[in-house]
């Protein structure tokens, strides 16, 4: 255990049976907000309670020397006064749900003493009696937005993969600048911790090579990956989780980018968006994450579809 006892503060420990943690950042690997908003919204949706916390110091610049906005934090004044102001956190919540329990933790990705802070951070996972955790992520790549996302996992131990291969990802042989996760991956593997990253694959669309005016197309907040990141969450921890309206929204957000695209095609011809979107559509391996519950769930909603037509 770490002495900067002062930097990590638990005020409060799971009593459940079993314990989780899902962990996501303000950081590099955050595409359609799948580390920070999507924690933000679990936190938000069970009611969780704050429990802890790793204090700022140590581990963030305000300001990059040479840039003006690149690191410094936002204020919000109104008439001279301050009304807002960014604070960099790093924060547990818990929610019980029965004998099992999650622990959500939302932070800032440090910019300064990774080692430290991944210290401080693993020793919470130990603390609070963690079984397993699942730290998210999202980068942004050329793929049907109308389609499942492809899931890649990263973990901390070879014992975790015959597992993994049950959930439909993929693992890359990617080399280069680290994630925040793999880096906690790394060293929670040094600790017997288990640990797994898994990084969704989020539609983004480049028009910049054929076009000056428009730019390209992307997803901000992509509810479709939110969604299949969690079916698959849902079922490795055996939790009771409504994820009705990520599903929902998900199929608001893909008809939503049906118009916007039907609306480039009308206005630019010279994009060819349908012909690139068939293109993509074309030479995508989907993996669907068909679980026997979901399966069986499925072909009784279809059954009674049919007896009550």
């Known amino acids: 255990m770490n002495d900067n006892n002062d930097l990590l503060q638990l005020w ?30 679990l936190i938000d949706q069970t009611a969780a309670t704050r ?10 610049l305000f300001q ?9 934090p936002d204020v919000a004044l109104e008439e001279g006064l301050i009304k807002s102001h960014d604070v960099r956190r790093n924060e547990f919540h818990y929610w019980r749900h029965g004998r099992k329990g999650v622990v959500f933790f939302l932070g ?3 910019h300064l003493n990774a080692e430290l802070y991944a210290e401080l951070w ?3 996972v130990e603390a609070l009696g963690i079984r397993r955790v699942i730290c998210l992520g999202g980068v942004y790549g050329s793929m049907p937005y109308d389609r499942e996302r492809e899931i ?12 993994l291969d049950r959930y439909a990802v993929k ?11 793999a880096y906690l991956a790394y060293h929670a593997g040094q600790r017997g911790i288990e640990l797994v990253d898994l990084y969704a694959f989020v539609p983004a669309y480049d028009f910049s090579q054929v076009s000056n005016q428009v730019q390209g197309l992307r997803i901000e907040n992509d509810f479709q990956a939110w969604f299949d990141v969690m079916r698959r969450i849902r079922h490795m921890f055996d939790l009771e989780l ?3 309206e990520l599903e929902t929204r998900g199929l608001e957000m893909a008809s939503s980018l049906d118009s916007q695209v039907e609306e480039l095609s009308r206005r630019y011809p010279k994009l060819k968006v349908r012909e690139l979107m068939q293109q993509i559509s074309d030479s995508y391996e989907e993996m669907p994450f068909m679980p026997l519950d979901d399966l069986l769930a499925r072909e009784l909603g279809d059954l009674l579809d049919g007896l009550s037509s």
């Open 12 to 41: 409060q420990h799971p009593d459940t049976d079993e314990t989780y943690m899902l962990a996501g950042w303000r950081q590099w690997a955050d595409a359609g907000n799948m580390s920070s908003g999507l924690v933000q919204h």
């Open 51 to 60: 429990i802890g916390l790793i204090k700022p110091t140590h581990f963030y």
């Open 64 to 72: 990059a020397p040479g840039t003006h906005h690149f690191l410094r």
């Open 108 to 110: 800032d990705e440090p």
């Open 122 to 124: 693993l020793d919470a």
């Open 152 to 163: 890649h996992a990263i973990y901390s131990l070879p014992r975790l993969k015959p597992e």
């Open 171 to 181: 693992y890359s042989n990617y080399q280069g600048g680290s994630t925040i996760g």
């Open 242 to 244: 409504d994820l009705s």
